[in-house]
Structures are given as structure tokens and as C-alpha cells.
């Protein structure tokens, strides 16, 4: 995946690869929580993002039967593309049985154009599909996505604020585009001389300007407070 603005699309990345634990080593895992403690009310998987392998994903699945035999309510981070990837081989609903209970889903924006842009690598029908996959199976939704994004129109804003309504997550969270040194993004901001200051800070609040020529305070803003 080559989202833009991400720290890992940093051009001096030294890492590019990942690796997971196996699916018996995650279960025995939450079997000796279980056991350590007399129950397991519920879990989180904190992995940037669930494993995307579905071969993983069936082995976790057959081994937590085999071993855990209870519904025990979890919550992964996904993406749009997985989430209707494992839907069409049935695994979603599966997940849901043994206690997929909330996905944390990397939405970003309801814009084609921002998608293409930001580099995300799922269309906005993905998008649309991966919710009522969720909603489906009565997965609640945690919804992340990005304000305040380089070259942001209103119409954009506009196109996301309604998708947001659209959607109903259970829960959603925005977070203000912030420019990390070394992204494709960052390079794009400095090539285009959009960047507010040219020293990146870790200081500065969420809600202070980052890029130029977005909306922070005026009606775009206002358009975000409506959908909050």
C-alpha cells in the first residue's frame, strides 16, 4: 500500500517488510490470559492492521475453536479492501461469530479525488462496501479520517461530511492532517510550497494551520463541527 502520508511511504525507509506471530502462538496466548486470570472479558489487537493473510486469518479461526470454545468480544484495525476481500470467502462473518465486535476502519475521506491523491489504494465503492459489510454482520464501526488534507476543496469536504452521515459508525475520529519530514506528501507540500512553516514542530496543537490555502476556520470548518 502507498499512502502518501504515511510514515511508512518515508523515500528513506529502511524497513519494508512485516511479520506476525502464528495464529496457534496468538491463541495460546489469550487461553493462558484465560486461564491466568479465571476469564477474558474482551481483547484488543493493536497491529497497525489485522493480518491480511485469510489463510492466517482461517487457522485463527479453526484453532480458537478448537482451544477457546466461547465468543470472546475483540477490536482490530482493518481496511476497506481486506475487510470486502474476506467478506467474499466468508471470513468476516466467521470473525464475527468468535467476537469480531468493532473495527477500527483507515477511511480517510469520502472524496475520490482526496483517495487518488493521499495515494490510499481503495475507491470510495470500496469504501462503501467495507461499511455495509460491517454493518451486516453487526460489527460496530470506529471511523478515522484525515481534515484538512493538501489542496482540500470544499466540494470535498462537502462529499465526506455526507458520506459521514451516510455511514452512521458507532464512533468516529478526526484527526487533522499533520506533514511528517520524509513522506511523499511532505515532498509534495515543499515541491508545491504549501507548507505553513518550513521547521516541522511536535509542538504544535491539532488545531493550528499546517498547509496553505485549507479552510481551517471558516465554513469548511464548520461543515466538519456539523458532522461531529
Not at 75 to 93: H, P, T, V, Y
Request: charged share 25%; glycine share 6%.
Amino acid at each position: 500500500v502507498g499512502c502518501k502520508y504515511c510514515y511508512r511511504s518515508s523515500f528513506n525507509q529502511s524497513f519494508n517488510k512485516h511479520r506476525n506471530h502464528s495464529a496457534e502462538r496468538c491463541v495460546e496466548d489469550l487461553v493462558r490470559l484465560k486461564n491466568d486470570y479465571g476469564a477474558l472479558g474482551s481483547y484488543m489487537v493493536h497491529d497497525d492492521i489485522f493480518p491480511l493473510s485469510e489463510a492466517w486469518v482461517k487457522q485463527f479461526i479453526e484453532v480458537y475453536d478448537a482451544r477457546v470454545k466461547e465468543r470472546i468480544p475483540f477490536w482490530c484495525q482493518m481496511r476497506a479492501d481486506q475487510i470486502n476481500r474476506f467478506e467474499s470467502k466468508g471470513l468476516i462473518g466467521e470473525l464475527a461469530r468468535i467476537g469480531l465486535t468493532c473495527v477500527s476502519l483507515g477511511w480517510e475521506t469520502g472524496s475520490a479525488r482526496m483517495l487518488e491523491f493521499i495515494g490510499k489504494g481503495v475507491s470510495v465503492e470500496e469504501n462503501d462496501r467495507s461499511v455495509k459489510v460491517l454493518h451486516s454482520h453487526y460489527v460496530n464501526i470506529f471511523l478515522n479520517y484525515i481534515r484538512h488534507l493538501p489542496t482540500e476543496t470544499m466540494e470535498d469536504i462537502k462529499v465526506t461530511v455526507d458520506k459521514l452521515k451516510q455511514f452512521r459508525p458507532s464512533y468516529h475520529a478526526a484527526s487533522t492532517y499533520t506533514d511528517y519530514p520524509g513522506t511523499v506528501m511532505n515532498k509534495y507540500c515543499k515541491d508545491n510550497d504549501l507548507l505553513m512553516e518550513e521547521q516541522y514542530s511536535t509542538l504544535r496543537y491539532p488545531y493550528e494551520p499546517r498547509i496553505k490555502n485549507v479552510d481551517y476556520d471558516g465554513e469548511g470548518h464548520e461543515l466538519w463541527v456539523s458532522a461531529l
